[in-house]
């Protein structure tokens, strides 16, 4: 099919002559000159020596300068500038780098061998060429053109323009301008006071005093305002109009009361532009604006400087705002690259005459083909053929359904009803129905929370245990309502909780879907509920992968992405992960992941990452799938989003990571071989004993701007965009690469982008249409959704969300995640890195039906078992992997001393108080009425009073929250008891008192001695009772401590006896231990279950000292 393409053609490239490379360098150096400033010293330079400057040349913006001719200062030179904005004074020194031979890009873009250098030198001074006029005139971000000819108000005082990214590329034969279209985020331009009244989403014809006065501001809306305005430049408007200031706060009094310093007084602002600018201020109390510590200028003077980039977050209104501007139609999105030639002024661009380019308006027309989609098999072998990459499985079963052991489920929108509710059972109830979920019960508890209650894992313990009340067995499913004005706090709260600390299966629903009752959507939910509890929803047809499926030719596929640190936080480690199938129906995967150097950008330990997932590949084919060749004779590896720059570090690394012998690549580089050798594969296939497998390596870029276009009158779906299935293997690709370009889905709305994949080994020697076909279907069987994947084949949308996790469930302390949930299929039973309390780690693999185990002290050894899967056969037959993680802790000693120690403190506080209650009784039957005692009588009796049923009802109600206040109580209560009592008897030596008497209250009389030995025995047991308090909540103030370092979340409202004091979680309870087979040893220090798809988190090789590390 014919179609359009958002490329430009461009004639006269500059290959006759020879192209000048020049450092320039402007002193002093100023880190904030923008490359536009730049620009324009270097332009007033030329201006001021235009004998010397005959030809303008192209200038960056940053070092380097790009000339056509020979300028007769030779080598280098110094030019003096005079700042045409500003009353400085620049030096500019020119340096000659090198002369670029251009016709080596003339025989890279004609296939031909060519010098590498000489063609990327001559490709960059082409896109400084065309950049160098937008530069000038436009705004410049992120690579990328913006001007305010298509702009829209979103609210709050920011506006989204309409930009457009450019790039010159060699293709075959040519070379082209890529353009597409790019949105950015914008301060309104005009009066600073309009901006802070959007802001506050006040109308700009409002009274600024009424929302803007020092005494009207609210603290928050205050500060809030100084977040929006932090860096934002302004100009004023009365003094010093030429120079551009940065606000960095805002004031917390008006301009008439806030005072400046001068070197003989204090002058308020007000009166300082009163009498400095001759300018009587409209709304002197307003707030004003910060720009250094002794600089205030009122908001009335001040005038946002346009073209300024929000840099922040925005709301969520803003942000849906901005979405729907940017999202364009096909239509809509041509025309509107078609208007950036315009806009970018290629025309009238005399950068790009003086190099003799010339752009054609037109955008080309090219070629395509569409493949086949791939047939899906269902239940009872139902086959289903995706038209325009979807299809609807509504009255479908699925392949392999699981069960549903029980369901309960937790409410956090408050506006939810009980109609709703009642809707929300039927329609889940419905939709496992006609999938064949089988036991989702009719009507699962409800349990209805705050979604300002951070106490997730209660909530989830409640509602399980809620379960259990009602059914008699634990929950294997949560079903959670999240109200959609939320962020994603909340979502991550849940993930941990029911992934990490409690090891339940948890699907997550949006309150306004599940309101409006769209069948398909809970259609979807269930496509996730199944595969989290270990089901498979649908399989490829044997002939739609015959490569992969192939019995005789076992084929691992694989797929790897690296998660960089943070930009400027180098103490951060970047992280990378390996997903590879386990079966080979393609429906199970095993996830590695790894902690590495940060921004290195290439997998450091990949060798071993590729030995690992190869073992339980081999270890699943035999165990359950029964095959007689385990080892894989084929690798598909699927590398995700790198640059193109980054291609040829892949050849030179990653590929020599999996393999040790040189090979030949194809395209661009057929004639190098890998010169560097990695021999930990090699060793790792010797040790298994199997050959080493053909290797096909490919990129998949998903970060390029490329489009296609329907041609007028041509083939499209019913969004306007090329159909699913569309691949382009010619005119556009490039010049010496194995690459093409695969549209594999259907966009709605907006315009679709393509996938670009390019193969840098191929030994297994694959036909381009078969291996565009192999990509095509695995785009369709990752399991989650119905619509065809469109950036990613499977392997990579599996592991592009298992690092992010990685960063959710990590242990706060320690540079290695611990632990990971496979966020496309199944749950993972999670454990926590071991403290140094471990003395050794076991891993094992079961294979059985999925039950779930306590955390519990089974047998002798006192073994505490850290995951949650066991044992025996599922209903159809077909075992499951379990993986479990033990850790064996000295609990035969370290445990009976904490419970014997609990117990014993608890009694002997109770023991006191008892003591005392009685003394104290005995003395109110002597002296109550005698008014010198009655009071320490009475606070002695009820202070032994509130103690005992106080200790009895923490032990009832055991929450970290209640100990501590009610220990801090009693700590004080017995201490002042003690103190009162030492303030009667003093040091008197009762054996003094002998034959003493003491008057009673009904004119009797007491032994003096006797009374002094009652007061000093209550003084000893309050002491005693106070240390014993005092040293409990210093323990239990430690411990809490040390959870909130551990990273567990809802320490106070949690039940005491279900937190991880010393790292173990009250889970879920089997009443029998798993029936151990031969299990084989896997590293890595934490392993986590998901039936059928295993993860494993290693230690990997961290060779920087991580710093400041986040805490989740």
């Not at 960056?60 to 020979?70: A, C, E, P, Q, Y």
């Not at 300028?71 to 700042?83: E, I, L, M, R, T």
């Not at 969300?801 to 242990?811: D, E, F, K, S």
């Amino acid at each position: 099919m014919m179609l359009v393409g958002s490329f430009h053609n461009v004639a006269g490239v500059p290959f006759a002559s020879e192209v000048t490379l020049l450092f320039i360098a402007i002193l002093p150096p100023d880190a904030t000159l923008s490359a536009k400033a730049k620009i324009n010293i270097f332009r007033g330079m030329q201006d001021q020596n235009p004998t010397i400057f005959t030809k303008r040349g192209s200038y960056d913006g940053r070092k380097n300068f790009f000339s056509l001719i020979k300028y007769p200062f030779g080598d280098s030179a110094k030019f003096d500038v005079n700042d045409p904005i500003k009353p400085n004074r620049w030096r500019v020194l020119i340096q000659k780098i090198d002369t670029i031979d251009p016709q080596a890009a003339s025989r890279y873009i004609e296939g031909k061998p060519y010098h590498q250098e000489g063609a990327l030198t001559t490709v960059t001074a082409c896109n400084v060429t065309i950049q160098a006029r937008p530069l000038q005139d436009h705004l410049f971000h992120r690579q990328a053109f913006f001007s305010r000819a298509e702009f829209q108000d979103i609210g709050r005082g920011l506006e989204v323009w309409r930009g457009y990214f450019q790039s010159l590329r060699p293709m075959v034969g040519k070379m082209v301008i890529t353009l597409d279209t790019r949105s950015v985020a914008v301060y309104k331009p005009g009066p600073l006071i309009n901006v802070c009244l959007a802001y506050l989403e006040r109308s700009p014809e409002a009274h600024p005093a009424r929302f803007l006065n020092a005494n009207v501001l609210n603290e928050s809306d205050r500060k809030g305002l100084a977040r929006y305005l932090r860096n934002l430049k302004v100009r004023s408007t009365r003094i010093d109009t030429s120079m551009a200031h940065t606000i960095k706060n805002v004031s917390v009094n008006g301009a008439d009361t806030l005072l400046l310093k001068t070197e003989d007084r204090e002058i308020s602002v007000a009166a300082y532009y009163s009498q400095v600018a001759g300018y009587q201020l409209r709304y002197p109390s307003l707030i004003c604006v910060q720009f250094s510590s002794k600089t205030w200028f009122p908001l009335e003077c001040c005038e946002v400087i346009p073209g300024q980039v929000f840099p922040k977050k925005m709301e969520p209104d803003q942000a849906n705002r901005m979405g729907r501007f940017s999202s364009l139609t096909p239509k809509d999105c041509l025309q509107s690259i078609r208007d950036g030639l315009q806009v970018l002024g290629y025309s009238s661009n005399k950068c790009l005459q003086e190099f003799g380019m010339n752009v054609d308006p037109d955008p080309m027309t090219i070629k395509g083909r569409i493949l086949p989609p791939p047939t899906l098999v269902y239940g009872r072998n139902e086959p289903i053929i995706p038209r325009d990459g979807r299809w609807n499985i509504r009255y479908t079963a699925l392949y392999r359904p699981a069960r549903i052991e029980g369901c309960a489920i937790i409410i956090y929108d408050e506006r939810f009803t009980p109609d709703e509710m009642h809707h929300l059972k039927q329609s889940l109830l419905y939709a496992t129905n006609t999938l064949q979920l089988q036991g989702m019960p009719p009507n699962p508890p409800v349990l209805r929370k705050s979604a300002m209650d951070s106490a997730t894992l209660n909530h989830i313990r409640e509602a399980a245990m809620m379960h259990k009340s009602a059914r008699g067995n634990m929950p294997n499913l949560i079903i959670v309502v999240l109200p959609d004005t939320v962020g994603r706090d909340i979502y991550l709260r849940v993930k941990k909780a029911g992934d990490i600390n409690i090891g339940v299966a948890t699907q997550c629903l949006r309150a306004s879907k599940c309101r409006k009752g769209n069948s398909q959507y809970f259609n979807s939910a269930c496509l996730k509920i199944n595969v989290k509890l270990g089901g498979i929803n649908y399989i490829p047809m044997t002939r739609t992968l015959p490569f992969l499926k192939d019995a005789a030719h076992s084929t691992l596929v694989v797929g790897a992405d690296i998660k960089y640190g943070r930009q400027g936080r180098s103490s951060r480690p970047s992280y990378a992960a390996i997903v590879g199938n386990v079966d080979s129906d393609l429906s199970k995967y095993v996830a590695i992941s790894k902690p590495q150097d940060c921004r290195v950008e290439t997998i450091q330990d990949l060798a071993d990452m590729i030995s690992d997932v190869i073992k339980k590949f081999m270890n699943y084919r035999e165990v359950v799938e029964k095959s007689v060749n385990l080892a894989p004779e084929r690798i598909l590896f699927y590398r995700n989003s790198n640059p193109e720059e980054e291609s040829e570090t892949l050849k030179n690394s990653e590929i020599a990571e999996i393999f040790s012998e040189h090979y030949e690549f194809s395209g661009a580089h057929s004639e190098s071989k890998l010169s560097r050798a990695c021999t930990r594969m090699v060793e790792a296939c010797d040790r298994l004993g199997i050959p080493r497998p053909k290797l096909t390596f490919i990129v998949v870029d998903k970060h390029h701007r490329i489009r296609f276009f329907p041609s007028p009158g041509g083939y499209c779906d019913r969004s306007g965009n090329v159909p699913a299935g569309l691949v382009i293997d010619s005119e556009i690709t490039g010049p010496v690469e194995y690459d093409f370009y695969l549209q594999s889905h259907r966009t709605e709305p907006g315009t679709s982008r393509p996938a670009h994949y390019n193969v840098l080994l191929d030994q297994n020697n694959l036909m381009p249409d078969h291996l565009q076909r192999l990509s095509f279907a695995l785009c369709h069987i990752h399991a989650r959704s119905t619509p065809a994947s469109g950036l990613e084949i499977t392997p990579i949308r599996k592991v592009i969300p298992t690092i992010p996790q990685i960063r959710i469930y990590r242990h706060p302390q320690l540079p290695v995640p611990v632990s990971l949930k496979l966020r496309d299929g199944s749950f993972s039973r999670s454990t926590q890195t071991p403290d140094d309390k471990c003395t050794s780690y076991e891993a094992f693999i079961f294979y059985g039906a999925e039950r779930y185990l306590d955390w519990d002290f089974t047998g002798t050894r006192k073994t505490y078992l850290k995951a949650a899967l066991a044992g025996g056969a599922d209903a159809t037959g077909v075992p499951t992997t379990f993986v479990i993680y033990s850790c064996q802790l000295n609990f035969e000693i370290f445990l009976p001393l904490m419970v014997y120690w609990t117990a014993m403190t608890i009694s002997w506080c109770i023991v006191c108080a008892i003591s005392v209650l009685g003394i104290a009784a005995h003395q109110a039957t002597k002296f109550v009425n005698v008014w010198q005692y009655r009071p320490f009588i009475i606070y002695a009796i009820v202070c032994s009073c509130l103690t005992i049923l106080g200790l009895a009802g923490l032990c009832l109600r055991s929450q970290p929250r209640f100990d501590v206040i009610g220990i801090a109580i009693f700590t004080i209560l017995w201490l002042a008891l003690g103190a009162y009592s030492a303030d009667i008897i003093g040091f008197v030596q009762c054996e003094t008192l002998a034959g003493q008497l003491k008057p009673t209250q009904n004119g009797g009389s007491y032994s003096s001695m006797a009374w002094c030995r009652e007061m000093k025995a209550i003084m000893a047991f309050s002491f005693a009772t106070f240390g014993i308090l005092l040293v409990c909540l210093l323990i239990l103030l430690a411990l809490i401590i040390n959870l909130h370092a551990r990273g567990v979340m809802g320490v106070w409202g949690a039940s005491v006896s279900e937190l991880p004091w010393f790292g173990q979680f009250g889970e879920y309870r089997d009443p029998y231990p798993p029936q151990m087979v031969a299990q084989p040893q896997y590293s890595g220090n934490v392993i986590h279950q998901l039936p059928g798809h295993e993860v494993i988190i290693e230690n990997g090789q961290v060779r920087q000292v991580p710093t400041g590390m986040p805490t989740y």
